[in-house]
């Protein structure tokens, strides 16, 4: 039986970033409209991390019974370490999945955008077949550009809206900032488990486009926040603040680009979770002086 701290362990708190960064994002530009409200934050807030963690057990599950994980670098998987039954941890992450559609229905329902459900029932059924069922389309290598729709588009306009009523130009450059910047997280993953991945048969995009040209997509990636900070900061200055978070990723790009592999990629993870963090705390700041 799994302890308290592999549990934690396998929720895997170092993607969490990518569910606190777009609400981040999303309530500086709704600041920026003027229509800040503190409890949908979070409320949106709790809808992303619910949403994440049931992903994190849902891929544990799904990859840990197709034997994916038996040689795994990265953190402890439950159920491909053995320290978890596959069906503990399936019910777990049907568990996240039920409370993040408790969180986003009261999130609606107090909102008025009903419509919205639909969205919320689509980001749901996305978290489950990445690596669910007979045909997970994260085996086929539209893992990021999920990942870039959810955790980016959906994510941050789905805060502006619902607090808004609508959605502006910053809050779209905020969208996609955070798509590239999530994006960029499982691409350092990916490219980590390009050997592992292979034997498996898991034909992510890192497989498909190797190693080279994965590196070159994880630096192109990382440069988009960037490149969009100096674009809305020439209508809101003080968006530039995002630029601050180019220094943490000095490292994480020195290694992507000197070809460090396996267990030398890990850091570059959290470094690159942490500058999305710094970059959507900073860019949400400097929307909301303006």
Known sequence: MATVAEWIEGARPRTLPNAVAPVLAGAGAAAALGAFTWWQSLLALLVALSLIVGVNFANDYSDGIRGTDADRVGPLRLVGAGVAAPGTVRAAAFACFGLAAVLGLLLVGLSGRWWMLAIGAGCILGAWFYTGGSKPYGYSGYGEVAVFLF??????????????GTISLPAVACSVAIGAFSAAVLVANNLRDIPSDTESGKRTLAVRLGDPATRRLYLALVAVPFLLSVAVGIAYPTALLGL???????????????????????????????????????????????
């Open 151 to 164: 955790f980016g588009l959906v994510a941050v306009l789905g805060t502006v809206y619902v607090q808004a």
């Open 244 to 290: 601050l978070a180019a220094a943490l990723l000095l490292v994480p790009v020195r290694t992507i680009a000197g070809g460090h592999t396996g267990r030398g990629l890990i850091p570059v993870l959290r470094d690159t979770g942490l500058a999305m963090l710094l970059w959507a705390a900073s860019t949400s700041v400097g929307l909301a002086l303006s």
